[in-house]
């Protein structure tokens, strides 16, 4: 299984990027799908995390200002940000859950995509 995430770049303070994340390989289906990020010399943190029924959950930095999405047909997880702010700077990371056997999940990290917000 691969997750591979698209869509980081620059940005200036107030604007909007859109991330997403597609899982490949032998998949028969995804449980939780979320984006993490990391500034330099911090921890890595949950951004938002979404099931597969559609719920979510929201670090209390982002609410409001990213939605989280996932199309588990295409086995795709999207992240919008809007009025980012220079806080926001950091690599952000897809992640997901995928069953191996009925009580055991594997978990799966992306490459990772930069997002730089300027001033």
């Known amino acids: 299984v691969q997750l591979v995430e698209s869509g980081g770049g620059l940005v200036r303070a107030r604007g909007s990027l859109k991330l997403s994340c597609a899982a490949s390989?032998?998949?028969?289906?995804?449980?939780?799908m979320g984006w993490y990020r990391q500034a330099p010399g911090k921890q890595r943190e949950l951004v938002a995390q979404?099931?597969?029924?559609?719920?979510?959950n929201y670090a209390d930095s982002v609410k409001g200002r990213f939605t989280i999405s996932r199309d588990n047909g295409k086995n795709t997880v999207d992240l919008q940000m809007i009025s980012l702010e220079r806080g926001d700077t950091a690599g952000y990371y897809c992640?997901?859950?995928?069953?191996?056997?009925?009580?055991?999940?594997?978990?799966?990290w992306g490459q990772g995509t930069q997002v730089t917000v300027s001033t």
């Open positions: 390989g032998s998949i028969f289906r995804i449980n939780d």
């Open positions: 979404i099931t597969s029924g559609g719920s979510t």
């Open positions: 992640n997901a859950f995928i069953p191996a056997s009925r009580n055991y999940e594997f978990e799966y």
